[in-house]
């Protein structure tokens, strides 16, 4: 995993960045992942294969008649369990990465594009303000929009209702000489505790009834795997500001 911090300062005093300063605390947390990694991977793997039966089973009592609502919540239940087994393999194993040429507005727009009605359900409104030209990256167009929907989804549960999400692009010099793309999603939600900000990106760390807390672990990987980063600020006002950055192709 690479990491490279080229830093922006946080527009608020409450910031954190997701690359770490220290060498410890960041070891520490590759350890973390690797453990959870590789813990979580067997696990989803045994408990995706257990499901393949129970699943079938379910579906032969359906189909018998015998009495379907319960079996139906077990289905329904089941198909969650599947989902969250299926996404902690996405989180720990190996990805099959591959890297091509994008135009990333594209594929922000296709991940907006995948929650337009969850936006338009919430009366949310979109500011899309796209001014980094060109907008070429270097990237797995799956693992991005991953990552991407990710971000606007917690954005949109934090909002809850009436408000306003805004993606913005930026270009900007890298210290490296070249450039870099940076994707500004900010939400008028509640904005983050400063003690939760420095544990937002730890796998498992949620604190929504029915979060996994995966989705910033995860989008952080991909952000890693696309020599890129992630850092979050509060925007006084205005709730949270996530600054998703990645090498310009
Ligand atoms: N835009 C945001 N505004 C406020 N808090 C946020 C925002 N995005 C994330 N968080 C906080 O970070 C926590 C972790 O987010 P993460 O996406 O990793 O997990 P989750 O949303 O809780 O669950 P899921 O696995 O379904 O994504 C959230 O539970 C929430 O407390
Ligand atoms: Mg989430």
């Known amino acids: 995993m690479s990491s490279k911090p080229e830093k922006s300062s946080g527009s608020a005093a409450a910031s954190a960045s997701a690359s770490g300063h220290d060498v410890p605390e960041s070891?520490?947390?590759l350890d973390r992942l690797a453990n959870v990694g590789l813990v979580s991977a067997s696990l989803a793997h045994e408990i995706k294969n257990g499901l393949v039966a129970v699943k079938t089973y379910t579906e032969v009592l359906l189909e018998k008649g015998d009495d379907n609502q319960m079996t139906e919540l077990v289905r329904r239940e089941l198909t969650r369990i599947d989902g969250l087994a299926s996404q902690m393999l996405?989180?720990?194993?190996?990805?099959?990465?591959?890297?091509?040429?994008?135009?990333?507005?594209q594929t922000l727009d296709h991940s907006l594009r995948v929650l337009e009605y969850?936006?338009?359900?919430?009366?949310?409104?979109?500011?899309?303000?796209y001014s980094a030209s060109p907008d070429t990256v270097r990237g797995d167009e799956a693992q991005l929009q991953q990552a991407f929907m990710?971000?606007?989804?917690?954005?949109?549960?934090?909002?809850?209702q009436n408000g306003e999400l805004t993606v913005r692009t930026v270009l900007t010099p890298a210290a490296n000489g070249g450039q870099r793309l940076r994707i500004f999603?900010?939400?008028?939600?509640?904005?983050?505790?400063?003690?939760?900000?420095?544990?937002?990106?730890?796998?498992f760390f949620t604190t929504k009834k029915n979060?996994?807390?995966?989705?910033?672990?995860?989008?952080?990987?991909v952000a890693e795997d696309h020599q890129g980063d992630i850092e979050v600020t509060n925007e006084p006002g205005s709730g949270a500001v996530f600054i998703f950055s990645l090498p310009a192709a």
């Not at 996405?90 to 507005?105: D, E, G, I, Q, V």
């Not at 990710?150 to 809850?160: C, F, K, S, T």
């Open 150 to 160: 990710n971000l606007v989804l917690n954005a949109v549960e934090a909002i809850g």
């Open 27 to 29: 070891l520490r947390r």
């Open 118 to 129: 969850q936006l338009r359900d919430r009366f949310i409104t979109l500011q899309r303000d």
């Open 90 to 105: 996405r989180l720990s194993a190996p990805k099959a990465s591959t890297p091509k040429t994008l135009n990333l507005h």
């Open 185 to 203: 999603f900010q939400d008028t939600g509640p904005g983050i505790t400063p003690e939760n900000l420095a544990r937002l990106f730890e796998p």
């Open 211 to 221: 979060g996994t807390g995966l989705g910033l672990a995860i989008t952080r990987r």
